[in-house]
């Protein structure tokens, strides 16, 4: 590698280093609060134990759809909202955190003039007998039956809800069981309580004083006496529940650090290198094409490093498995497609294994950040908690669909570099053909398992191996789908481009497997899914049939293939 190549690569390594860093860097907009360590004291929220930051980010992405607020024009962290919120309502009221988007319930409290989107409590609460009234009538609709102007009427309730358990101290629970005998339990009821507090002599427990003391002297403007009792609280849980606040420590370090929308920033960087590569890839002498196109796999495989971090931290904070709902899946298939990429790219060294994988990371993290509604570790559905299981069965048909996303993929980049580049060179022709066979006999492989390890779960769980469920139809279809592409071209009924364009129907086939049987609303596996995604799932068939279509052109109307 000469100079200007070594000088691209260590340049790339360095800015990548630099993106990690970013989020770690220390922020002073706290001020004289401490209220990192205030963060990372555990609470209980959504069935699972957790720190304060988590609820506070949550929190408040559920309510305005941002992890920030402003407070006097300043950008403040959503711990700082949080605990104004349970100690200064008068102050958090007229924060504008309440994201309303329809225009028919903006007009509901007098705001469908002007862009605004944000709201205060206070705005709101103006209007409160009207809003109740309409928030009954939705009430008495199905979800499934709601229109649009219904759904963010609901939604806005939801998010009333959410912030007036916050400020009355009624979520989260912030008590914590110090014995065998006691339970998470929320301040409210500790302080409140009619008949005294959670001892016998009718006292608060010596964590809800303490809890009180540290809100009271935050209420009372007072740093020194907060800091020293945020300090001697967070001391005695160490001492009494030290597993619990080590897990909820190294949760605000993985909220800090962000890794997936890290990630997603170095997919990126590495798709824009690898573009380089191959467009400078004239200039062979330079060294420029090849310092690129390294700098672009080395970038990439930082990016995977951190994806595998943040998926085997979420398994340490979990307890289960990595793949436990939607959002889960989407950073897993994300994550299995890079390894696949990376590994192509080690195999044939022509950087479409780099590009399409780092598409794909892309893509699949966007995909999480849309599924994403609060705490993406809540927990589970009953039937699912099975860690055996979700180490089989979930795992291996999860790479059976990553497997059959990274073929489409690559069929697409076959049809559209053919039809309208020049660039699909009978070299590439012939590795774009070994990478999509080898990648649809590996899918065919682990969909199948996984399909058969879900029937005998299905046959422990619910008494039958097979009940023809719409997921069930789905998992079947993607096994059936590879297993034609294969046996067309062993057959000789297909040559590469026909498996091209079967390989991207095969993506919309997974993509109605693992989106599309959840909005039927029928069957034994219709949890977990956002209705709002049909749109999005409708425009990808629609874009996947139309690279079909362009596929089916003549081959010798392809722009690679024209003399």
């Known amino acids: 590698m000469n100079k200007?190549?070594?000088?691209?690569?260590?340049?790339?390594?360095?800015?990548?280093?630099?993106?990690?860093?970013m989020p770690l860097m220390p922020k002073h907009e706290q001020g004289v609060y401490d209220l990192d360590t205030l963060g990372s004291l555990p609470v209980s929220a959504?069935?699972?134990?957790?720190?304060?930051?988590?609820?506070?980010?949550?929190s408040l992405l559920i309510v305005s759809d941002r992890q920030t607020v402003k407070i006097d024009g300043i950008r403040r962290p959503a711990i700082r909202w949080l605990i104004d919120v349970m100690t200064r309502p008068n102050d958090a009221n007229v924060y504008e955190v309440f994201r309303i988007d329809?225009?028919?319930?903006?007009?509901?409290i007098e705001a469908n003039q002007g862009d605004q989107k944000r709201f205060s409590f206070n705005h709101i609460q103006r209007f409160a007998q009207e809003l109740n009234v309409q928030f009954q009538q939705v009430e008495a609709i199905k979800p499934i039956d709601r229109d649009a102007y219904q759904k963010h009427l609901a939604e806005l309730r939801d998010h009333v809800t959410t912030y007036s358990l916050l400020f009355t101290q009624q979520a989260p629970y912030t008590v914590p069981p110090l014995t065998a005998e006691e339970q998470w339990r929320p301040l409210s009821a500790e302080i409140h309580a009619p008949h005294g507090g959670h001892e016998a002599h009718g006292e608060p427990s010596d964590a809800a004083k303490r809890l009180s003391n540290i809100f009271l002297a935050y209420q009372n403007?007072?740093?020194?006496?907060?800091?020293?009792?945020?300090?001697?609280?967070?001391?005695?849980?160490?001492?009494?529940?030290?597993?619990?606040?080590?897990?909820?420590r190294f949760e605000v370090f993985f909220n800090k650090l962000q890794p997936f929308y890290q990630s997603t920033v170095l997919y990126v960087l590495a798709f824009l290198l690898v573009c380089a590569s191959l467009l400078t890839a004239g200039f062979k002498g330079s060294g420029l094409p090849k310092g690129l196109g390294r700098a672009a796999v080395s970038v990439l495989t930082l990016a995977f490093c951190l994806s595998t971090f943040g998926l085997s931290a979420r398994v340490y904070m979990q307890g289960?498995?990595?793949?436990?709902?939607?959002?889960?899946?989407?950073?897993?298939?994300?994550?299995?497609?890079?390894?696949?990429?990376?590994?192509?790219?080690?195999?044939?060294r022509n950087g479409m294994g780099t590009a399409l994988s780092a598409l794909i990371g892309f893509v699949t993290m966007i995909?999480?950040?849309?599924?994403?509604?609060?705490?993406?570790?809540?927990?589970?559905?009953?039937?699912?908690?099975?860690?055996?299981?979700?180490?089989?069965?979930?795992i291996t048909v999860t790479i059976g669909y990553s497997a059959t996303f990274l073929a489409g993929f690559i069929g697409i980049t076959y049809i559209l570099m053919g039809v309208y580049t020049r660039g699909l060179t009978p070299d590439r022709r012939k590795t774009l053909e070994k990478m999509m066979y080898g990648v649809i006999a590996f899918a065919l492989l682990f969909s199948f398992i996984g399909t058969v390890l879900g029937g005998i779960w299905a046959d422990q769980s619910w008494g039958r191996?097979?009940?023809?469920?719409?997921?069930?139809?789905?998992?079947?279809l993607i096994v059936l789908m590879n297993a034609l592409i294969l046996h067309a071209r062993w057959g000789g009924m297909i040559k590469a481009r026909g498996v091209a364009i079967l390989a991207v129907f095969g993506n919309i086939i997974t993509v109605w497997s693992w989106f599309g049987t959840n909005m039927l609303g029928v069957g034994l596996h219709s949890y977990g899914f956002m209705d709002s995604a049909?749109?999005?799932?409708?425009?990808?068939?629609?874009?996947?049939?139309?690279?079909?279509?362009?596929?089916?052109?003549?081959?010798?109307?392809?722009?690679?293939f024209v003399s």
């Not at 200007?4 to 860093?21: D, E, G, N, P």
């Not at 959504?46 to 949550?58: C, F, S």
């Not at 289960?320 to 044939?348: D, H, K, Q, R």
């Not at 191996?465 to 079947?476: L, Q």
């Open 4 to 21: 200007l190549a070594t000088l691209i690569h260590a340049a790339a390594i360095l800015l990548s280093l630099a993106v990690l860093a």
């Open 102 to 108: 329809h225009p028919d319930v903006k007009s509901l």
């Open 320 to 348: 289960y498995a990595p793949v436990t709902n939607l959002y889960s899946s989407a950073v897993f298939i994300g994550w299995f497609c890079v390894a696949m990429g990376l590994f192509l790219e080690w195999l044939f």
């Open 367 to 394: 995909i999480a950040h849309n599924l994403a509604d609060g705490d993406t570790m809540n927990m589970m559905q009953a039937v699912l908690d099975s860690n055996f299981w979700l180490s089989t069965h979930v």
């Open 465 to 476: 191996f097979w009940g023809w469920d719409p997921k069930e139809n789905g998992a079947v």
């Open 534 to 560: 049909v749109f999005w799932i409708l425009v990808f068939v629609g874009s996947q049939l139309a690279v079909m279509s362009a596929g089916m052109i003549p081959v010798s109307r392809w722009r690679s």
């Open 46 to 58: 959504g069935g699972r134990t957790k720190p304060l930051d988590t609820v506070a980010r949550n």
């Open 221 to 248: 403007q007072d740093p020194d006496h907060f800091n020293h009792e945020v300090a001697d609280y967070a001391t005695m849980l160490d001492q009494r529940i030290p597993d619990i606040t080590r897990k909820a």
